[in-house]
């Protein structure tokens, strides 16, 4: 059986919560799950339909998002970071680039990671050290990047690093040479999500991989990428709330003591009433910016910053509550709500951590009251999503 989103179609999501929980306990989400996402347009879903894309609207990418992300964060992080590479390629790349790459990445032909953070580098991305030089038509690049989601099968990187001394961009085949993987393992979250560290040694690729002019790779690519994986990162949280919440209803409902439902005790349904709120105002969050974004609205990049916030703090309490109220039900190793309670916490941190958003939030507040218009900066670091 397969679900219709109404643009593509969508793997059996029941099957495949079934086989999240064996994904995040044993080291990673399959290559044939990731070429079914790729066989049903999900890879490309918000691709302009020009280059093969799915053209779907930020609500429709929103709304897959969270389907995904109430089964596994990882294949909503397949999306997201798919998303993010092929999002600053649709902004920023040259008419070659948009017709070499695009087409490529929305049918999952190329498979795409973003390697931005490094050990100095996390949420001050303006801190990257890899080096990016140019001699006649060759690029070459040399650093170490850390936390590439899907770093293990991306066939393609877009790469932060300094040319010149300035911030700049560019796209590095996997399998050229000089290119190495550290499979991660073991982490807090993300599990499924075939994390890698990734070391460039001098590895060389025509000029034309530079996306954009030196200069523009953090203010602009990087920022680009930043914004379209908060937003899918946002959905993907309310998803995860939603799913928790719905394990919760369900446990407290089905489960006993003294022959009484959980769900008839007070404090359970105060718990339930918050989570309730939590989830929904977190909705209701990202479904203003996907509008705003949809409208093209300058307003969008902040409103997109409070909605990853509200919606990654509400996954991280919704998961909680939800574990407390299911007991050892929510710590088994195939809980939904322990995995989530677990990958909330990188998700308050990946795309723009709580501390740096508030920062933001605040600031595009107070410019606001003094007549100004302010765009909110790049330098997010941390796992990519």
């Known amino acids: 059986m397969r679900v219709s989103t109404g643009i593509a179609v ?7 919560r079934d086989e999240a929980a064996a994904w995040d306990l044993h080291g990673g989400v399959p290559e044939r799950t990731v070429r079914d996402m790729a066989g049903a347009g999900l890879l490309g879903l918000d691709v302009p339909q020009r280059y093969g894309g799915g053209g779907a609207t930020p609500l429709e990418l929103g709304e897959l998002c969270a389907r995904l992300g109430s089964v596994c964060s990882a294949l909503r992080g397949l999306v997201t970071v798919q998303g993010m590479v092929a999002a600053t390629l649709a902004r920023w790349g040259s008419a070659a680039q948009r017709a070499a790459w695009l087409p490529r990445l929305a049918a999952g032909e190329q498979l795409a ?29 040399s650093g170490v990047k850390r936390w590439v989601t899907f770093g293990e099968l991306a066939t393609v990187c877009l790469v932060l690093g300094r040319l010149d001394g300035r911030p700049a961009t560019v796209l590095v085949e996997t399998d050229r040479p000089g290119v190495t993987r550290e499979p991660v393992n073991g982490q807090l979250g993300l599990r499924a999500a075939r994390i890698a560290h990734l070391r460039f040694d001098a590895v060389r690729v025509p000029k034309g991989h530079l996306v954009a002019p030196a200069g523009f790779g953090l203010s602009h690519v990087a920022a680009t990428a930043l914004d379209h994986g908060r937003f899918t990162v946002g959905w993907g949280c309310v998803g995860m709330a939603e799913a928790c919440l719905g394990d919760a209803i369900a446990h407290t409902v089905a489960r ?8 008839e005790h007070q404090v359970v349904r105060s718990a339930l009433a918050r ?20 409208e093209r609205d300058p307003e969008a990049i902040s409103r997109t910053v409070m909605a990853k916030y509200a919606a990654a703090r509400a996954a991280a309490s919704v998961s909680r509550q939800a574990v407390q109220l299911m ?5 088994a190793p195939d809980s939904r709500a322990g995995r989530f309670f677990r990958d909330a916490q990188v998700m308050r941190i990946i795309e723009g951590s709580d501390e740096v958003s508030e920062l933001h939030i605040a600031e595009h507040l107070l410019r606001g009251a003094a007549g100004t218009t302010h765009d909110v900066p790049a330098g997010e670091g941390g796992p990519r999503p």
């Open 256 to 263: 006993t003591q003294a022959s009484v439902a959980l769900a």
């Open 275 to 294: 989570a309730a709120v939590e989830t929904e105002a977190a909705r209701e969050l990202c479904r203003a910016a996907a509008r705003l974004r949809g």
């Open 113 to 141: 990671g973003f390697a931005a953070t490094e050990q100095e580098a996390g949420s001050d991305l303006s801190a990257v050290g890899t080096r990016i030089s140019v001699e006649g038509d060759t690029v070459t690049v």
């Open 10 to 16: 969508l793997p059996d999501l029941a099957a495949l």
């Open 327 to 331: 007991g050892s039900a929510g710590c």
